[in-house]
């Protein structure tokens, strides 16, 4: 008798995958395959870059990035909407071509489907909330509401959701606001 060894497919592996406009994530060894975001979902990620960037000009405390690949493990690594890197943070997880840590922030723009949603909303909240992400985004362009989860006592809680009336901020960037309905 002779027992199955199970391959678990690593970022390594990742990289050998053909360039074919699919976005290819890996969590605990799982592929994990999207395709390319609605339009809806494209304009919203650029009016949150946009609302960041134009904090970030005026108060360089750190940086805002587009899609970047998250390596957190050789098993996990992920392609997130967006995400912000303290000036420090950057300095001790982003010097390469990749992101090898926890960034600061990680926001996430849901896609339609159950699947796509259950993975923003419960494999990939747990997976952040593992390797100390500090704060992450669910962003329902939908519902025109952001879920926001901060750690607190070394977890990522759920915080509030800001609705299109309100005013969205964060303690990690000092003085940053802004309107919700903005960034719809």
């Known amino acids: 008798m002779s027992a199955q060894v199970e391959t678990l497919l690593t970022n390594k592996d990742l990289e050998c995958l053909p360039e074919d406009g699919n976005r290819y994530e890996l969590i ?60 420090e943070r950057r300095q001790e997880i982003a010097t390469g071509t990749r992101i090898y840590g926890a960034p600061n922030l990680v926001i996430e723009i849901l896609s339609p489907g159950v699947q796509n949603m259950e993975r923003d909303r419960k494999v990939k909240l747990k997976l952040y909330d593992k390797y100390g992400v500090d704060e992450y985004w669910i962003v329902d362009t939908r519902a025109r509401a952001i879920e926001v989860y901060r750690r607190e006592d070394a977890t990522l809680k759920f915080f509030t959701t800001f609705v299109t009336d309100e005013t969205i901020t964060t303690p990690l960037l000092p003085g940053f606001s802004c309107e919700v309905r903005g960034l719809f």
């Open 28 to 87: 605990e060894a799982e592929l994990y395959v999207s395709t390319a975001p609605e339009l809806i979902h494209q304009f919203t990620a650029g009016n949150i870059h946009f609302a960041f960037e134009s904090f970030l000009r005026k108060n360089p405390i750190g940086r805002i990035v587009y899609g970047p690949g998250v390596i957190f493990s050789d098993y996990d690594g992920v392609i997130p909407d967006l995400v912000y890197l303290s000036n």
